[in-house]
């Protein structure tokens, strides 16, 4: 449809269309808000900032492990591509945001899980 923009919206957990110009009545996600594709499992919620428009936020853990597995890479290897490529990479005023320590022990599923900073 003309005039309106794509967007998975994480609330609602389905893909909709937005009109132009419009932020996601759900979410809040905006055309400028930006993803990180082939991490969507380390998608952990949006965040927001006093009078900006809100950012998707990830798991740094979440990406490593999803590295590890599905790239087959290292632990090290994984954090140094992914601070090469993600972590230092600055894309806008959209760049999605990248949560650290995850507190929140419930959402990991695996103890084991890597790189709990």
Same mark, same amino acid.
């Given at each position: ?29 905006? #055309? ?36 590890? #597995? ?31 320590? #995850? ?15």
């Amino acid at each position: 449809m003309e005039g309106m923009w794509k967007h998975y919206c994480i609330k609602e957990e389905t893909e909709m269309e937005v009109g132009k110009g419009e932020e996601c009545s759900w979410c809040g996600a905006t #055309e400028n808000t930006m993803k990180w594709g082939g991490f969507e499992d380390a998608l952990i919620g949006i965040a927001e900032r006093h009078t900006k428009p809100p950012l998707y936020c990830y798991s740094y853990g979440r990406c490593i492990k999803i590295l590890q #597995e599905r790239d087959g890479m290292s632990e090290e290897e994984a954090e140094e591509y992914f601070s090469y490529n993600y972590v230092n990479a600055w894309i806008g005023e959209g760049t999605p945001l990248i949560l650290y320590n #995850e507190y929140w022990y419930d959402w990991i599923k695996d103890d084991n899980s890597s790189s709990r900073h």
